[in-house]
C-alpha cells in the first residue's frame, strides 16, 4: 500500500514513518504539512491511502479532504486528529472520510487498520473507526 502522510507536526510525522515503517507492504511514498503540499503530493503520487490532520500549518485537513474528492481521488482517506468532536467526525463523513482517529486515544490504531487494509482502496467510515 502506497501512503501519504498529512501532518503539520514533524514530530508525528516522524513518529508514524517509523510505526509504518516497520510494517510489511505499506510505504510512505509522500509527506506534507499544509493544505496546498498535501493536495500537490497526493496528486503527484496517487497513493492508495492519505492520512490527513484536520489542524494544518496553513489551511485544514477538512479543506484538503473536500479538495481530493472534488478532485475525483478516490483513494482510502483516514482522518488522524485531536479534534475528536462529533462534529468533525460528522462533517469528515460527510465529505468523504473513511476513518476517524483520536491521536490521544487510537494513535496506533490507525498503523493496525492501514496494515489490515492491505490491497483493499476503499472502507465505510463504520468499518474503521
Not at 59 to 70: H, T
Not at 85 to 103: I, N, T
Amino acid at each position: 500500500m502506497r501512503l501519504v502522510l498529512v501532518e503539520d507536526s514533524e514530530l508525528v510525522r516522524d513518529c508514524l514513518q517509523r510505526m509504518l515503517g516497520q510494517s510489511p507492504g505499506i510505504e510512505v511514498v509522500g509527506q506534507a504539512a499544509d493544505e496546498d503540499e498535501a493536495v500537490l503530493v497526493v496528486q503527484r503520487t496517487v497513493p492508495d491511502a492519505v492520512v490527513l490532520d484536520i489542524a494544518l500549518a496553513s489551511g485544514s485537513g477538512i479543506g484538503v479532504l473536500e479538495r481530493l474528492r472534488n478532485a475525483g481521488y478516490s483513494g482510502c482517506i483516514l482522518m488522524l486528529t485531536q479534534n475528536s468532536q462529533r462534529f468533525y467526525r460528522e462533517v469528515c463523513r460527510k465529505l468523504g472520510a473513511d476513518g476517524f482517529f483520536d491521536k490521544s486515544a487510537e494513535f496506533t490504531s490507525i498503523v493496525e487498520t492501514l496494515v489490515e487494509l492491505g490491497g483493499k482502496q476503499r472502507l465505510k467510515l463504520e468499518d474503521v473507526a
